[in-house]
T-cell receptor, first 112, second 116 residues
Framework: EAQVTQNPRYLITVTGKKLTVTCSQN?????MSWYRQDPGLGLRQIYY???????DKGDVPEGYKVSRKEKRNFPLILESPSPNQTSLYFC???????????FGPGTRLTVL | AQSVTQLGSHVSVSEGALVLLRCNYS??????LFWYVQYPNQGLQLLLK??????LVKGINGFEAEFKKSETSFHLTKPSAHMSDAAEYFC??????????????FGTGTKLQVIP
């Protein structure tokens, strides 16, 4: 089944404790992206990647890191999480630019 | 810079009534336009998209949208609302940025309530 998977689905952590949210797609898509969704703000792009080793900042990259060492994986790293990063995070992938994005199920992160 | 404006964070319609969700964008060049739907506790899924060609785009579940360049709008409509249409709807704009990479901007979303 073609899908985007994220792990974990739910995470509660404390300020400053490094964490990684994994994202994997099995559709051989080149384009992958991370978003955060907050009430009243919609989805805001954090980082995106056009292909292996090619990444760029989105609208809200501060406090986040990403890497794209393999085509299928695009992990999101929070080196020192803070409470303002409490949010619902989505990973998405698409075959090419301007194509439909396929979204993962989301990761709900709470930083205390 | 591009932006997307969705008028109305909440819209209520009666079952069987017309659904109209508004989306306006600002972009210096014609963008690619999308509507996504998010059901509770799920990720987003594509309803329809406009890239080039016909300005009236038909999507899944009876939804359609019309690209009006002169009005910079891409409103979503459905002739007759169904209870299962209750969800949050997001308009999105995609175009290349100055670095030649794809840049996607989402609107803030409109929650559709369908009243029996």
């Amino acid at each position: 089944e073609a899908q985007v998977t994220q792990n974990p689905r739910y995470l509660i952590t404390v300020t400053g404790k490094k964490l990684t949210v994994t994202c994997s797609q099995n559709m051989n898509h080149e384009y992958m992206s991370w978003y955060r969704q907050d009430p009243g703000l919609g989805l805001r792009q954090i980082y995106y990647s056009m292909n292996v080793e090619v990444t760029d900042k989105g609208d809200v990259p501060e406090g986040y890191k990403v890497s794209r060492k393999e085509k299928r994986n695009f992990p999101l790293i929070l080196e020192s999480p803070s409470p303002n990063q409490t949010s619902l995070y989505f990973c998405a992938s698409s075959l090419e630019e301007n194509n439909e994005q396929f979204f993962g199920p989301g990761t709900r992160l709470t930083v205390l | 810079a591009q932006s997307v404006t969705q008028l109305g964070s909440h819209v209520s319609v009666s079952e069987g009534a017309l659904v109209l969700l508004r989306c306006n964008y600002s972009s210096s060049v014609p963008p690619y336009l999308f509507w996504y739907v998010q059901y509770p506790n799920q990720g987003l899924q594509l309803l329809l998209k406009y890239t080039t060609g016909a300005t009236l785009v038909k999507g899944i579940n009876g939804f359609e949208a019309e690209f009006k360049k002169s009005e910079t709008s891409f409103h979503l409509t459905k002739p007759s609302a169904h209870m299962s249409d209750a969800a949050e709807y997001f308009c999105a704009v995609s175009r290349q940025n100055s670095g030649g990479y794809q840049k996607v901007t989402f609107g803030t979303g409109t929650k559709l309530q369908v009243i029996p």
